[in-house]
């Protein structure tokens, strides 16, 4: 008689043992890399790229001249400005220096303001600056205005602005520094007879004026 014995499979256990990402050398990286790309298609969702159709580049070029029409005149009109202003100033130190330099040297200074032959722009200079009387009149200031500019002035300092070994003129004038293209402002300065004081505004000229007045040199401030 035979006898059997029943034999239970055995159980073998597995066991699974859970890693953490951040342990993994290479997690880090891939999980920068697959945050990056989560949040790049949350900014900018994959489309299919078309291109661009002939009607968006004729918008886009018509909005870019309306945009360069409006912008063009007035940084001409801010450049016109500036060089109008430099002009000015550059005559204005050039004769405050010359004046105080007439009193220091006990000497008198002329100062001449004018287009040389073959220039295309103006200068400041001193009145037969080959007479060695004259030397000693200017400093190192720079004497040349851009030839973007004009100047204008009455008669009586067309020939020269002279200074006495006192600092005083017996001439009095107005010099007006304009663009000389365009319409863009005017500024002006204004030299009173006898201590010669210097006085600068922006000038509004008249229709009917063939010369710069003193009258039409606005908002001016001593100097």
Wanted: positive net charge.
């Amino acid at each position: 008689m035979k006898t059997t014995i029943p034999i239970k499979p055995m159980k073998t256990e597995t066991n699974y043992e859970i890693t953490s990402p951040v342990e993994h050398p290479s997690s880090p990286k891939i999980t920068q890399k697959l945050f990056r790309l989560l949040l790049l298609n949350a900014v900018c969702p994959p489309h299919n790229n078309q291109g661009v159709t002939l009607l968006e580049i004729v918008i886009a070029a018509v909005i870019t001249g309306i945009i360069a029409a409006i912008g063009t005149p007035s940084l001409m009109g801010i450049l016109q400005g500036d060089q109008v202003k430099e002009g000015l100033d550059r005559i204005q130190l050039a004769l405050q220096d010359a004046q105080k330099q007439a009193i220091r040297n006990s000497k008198r200074c002329t100062i001449m303001i004018q287009q040389k032959t073959g220039d295309d722009h103006f200068s400041v200079d001193i009145q037969n600056p080959n007479d060695p009387d004259n030397q000693g009149c200017l400093g190192g200031i720079k004497r040349e205005l851009s030839n973007k500019v004009d100047v204008a002035m009455t008669s009586t300092i067309a020939n020269g602005v002279p200074f006495s070994f006192k600092g005083t003129t017996t001439e009095a004038g107005t010099i007006v520094v304009r663009p000389t293209r365009g319409r863009g402002q005017q500024r002006c300065l204004v030299i009173s007879n006898g201590l010669g004081i210097m006085r600068t505004g922006i000038y509004e000229p008249s229709a009917s004026e063939s010369t710069p007045s003193a009258d039409n040199c606005k908002k001016l401030t001593e100097s």
